[in-house]
């Protein structure tokens, strides 16, 4: 009777994860903010992913401790998805993509503009970008408006307008009667103000044909101060520690019992430092496929688990479907990964697990030469689904095997929370935790 109740749970398992795999029915990965401080104080980066039989979702959108700017962040994301869904109708053998990426820009003290790309493919010949920019206070809770930082006269704005036209009047592809009529009214433009200068940004199609993309314009700083209300009073830089040197990987016996841990989209400022704190117990060294925004937010916590002795690797930027992506864009979204790994640790990982496992033969060519390794999977916990630190256990211990990958993800609670159950069923087994770089020198 045992016997036939292990045979029926071990089925029930299979069609979970077969009903996954099928996409028979969607599933959500959520972040939820953190009271951490990184980069940004103020504010917090949440991550939410989705993945279904007809589509995948990427969504990665700061968040701040006042509710107001919060309730128009979560209203923006909703009419981007509401959108996406309305629109859905990819072809067979297609599958629809939406990821919103953000990229975070500090003025003043606690004063920030977020730039939100948004691409999302619904099906046909090619996807579509579109650019909003969000600027905040975050020492009153407030969103930065054109006459909050520049001046509001007849003579300011004639001049933007004059600056953007000249940037743009010999500039392939724009249409100047579609540009005249996108800046008709300043104040409104998507701009964004750095120590640089002032970046004005038009949505592919909006002032130009499809083959120019998404069109920026950079006014120079010395000719927007005397339009200024006040000097800018960026803060300045940190200085970037030494390089951790990644400890070499350890020459492993042919015959060996291994299991390489894998944890994908952080680092999280909560979850990877009691993944690490469960890992230094038990010994064993694992590989991060790290998120290069994540890092960008949270650079103390990427530093610490180079620190602890575990391996970093590329997850790429953003979280897209590189599938989606053109060459120049997924070598765009890999290379910024290197070169933030490299920074902190002295050299460029050898590993690139792209999201959801999505490749293609351009893909694995593009990996190839850069003398990188496509980095997959052999067992999935499923812990960014279920959300189950029990169900974790159990399908990483059904499914194990000597020189089995385990995919986990370091950014929710419950994968934490698993942990430590999983790697003492493991020891027991006899197993000896390795770097997946490690488990590749046995091939």
Do not use: C
Request: aromatic content about 8%; charged content about 25%; hydrophobic content about 35%.
């Amino acid at each position: 009777m045992r016997r036939h109740m292990l045979v029926i749970m071990t089925l029930l398992i299979g069609m979970g994860t077969w009903y996954y795999i099928a996409g028979a029915a969607p599933t959500i990965k959520e972040v939820p903010t953190p009271s951490f401080t990184g980069q940004y104080p103020g504010l917090h980066l949440t991550v939410e992913s989705e993945q279904a039989k007809r589509y995948t979702t990427s969504i990665s959108v700061p968040r701040t401790d006042y509710e107001m700017l919060n309730e128009e962040l979560d209203a923006f994301i909703l009419e981007k998805k509401e959108a996406f869904q309305h629109n859905l109708t990819p072809s067979h053998g297609q599958t629809g993509h939406l990821n919103i990426q953000t990229d975070t820009y500090q003025t003043n003290e606690g004063e920030y503009t977020l730039v939100v790309h948004t691409y999302a493919f619904t099906g046909g010949a090619n996807g579509q970008t579109t650019v909003d920019v969000f600027r905040m206070n975050l020492s009153d809770g407030t969103f930065i408006e054109w006459d909050d930082v520049l001046r509001d006269d007849q003579h300011a704005l004639e001049w933007f307008k004059h600056s953007v036209i000249t940037q743009l009047q010999h500039r392939e592809y724009v249409f100047e009667n579609q540009l005249r009529e996108a800046i008709k009214h300043p104040k409104s433009t998507k701009w964004i103000l750095t120590s640089s200068g002032l970046d004005v940004i038009f949505d592919e199609y909006e002032v130009a044909a499809g083959a120019a993309g998404v069109v920026e314009v950079h006014i120079p700083m010395k000719e927007v101060e005397p339009f200024l209300l006040s000097k800018l009073d960026t803060p300045t830089t940190q200085e970037e520690d030494s390089p951790i040197m990644s400890p070499s990987n350890k020459p492993l016996e042919p015959n060996g019992k291994y299991v390489a841990l894998t944890f994908d989209d952080g680092p999280h400022p909560v979850v990877t430092p009691h993944i690490l704190e469960t890992l230094e117990k038990y010994q064993a060294r694992a590989t991060f496929f790290m998120l290069g925004s994540q890092m960008e937010f949270y650079p103390d916590v990427a530093r610490q688990v180079a620190l602890s002795g575990h391996e970093l690797a590329n997850h790429t930027e953003h979280h897209p479907d590189l599938t989606k992506l053109s060459e120049k864009g997924v070598k765009e979204e890999l290379e910024q990964v290197d070169e933030r790994i490299e920074r902190l640790t002295g050299q460029r990982p050898s590993l690139v697990r792209p999201p959801y496992g999505a490749k293609n033969e351009m893909i694995e060519q593009i990996i190839q030469t850069k003398e990188q390794t496509l980095a997959l999977w052999t067992v999935d916990s499923l812990d960014w689904s279920h959300r189950n630190a029990d169900q974790m256990y159990r399908l990483i211990m059904d499914n194990v095997h000597p020189s089995a990958v385990v995919l986990m993800h370091d950014i929710h609670e419950s994968t934490a929370e698993g942990l430590p159950k999983v790697l003492d069923a493991l020891k027991r087994e006899g197993y000896t935790f390795v770097t997946m770089s490690e488990l590749l020198t046995l091939k």
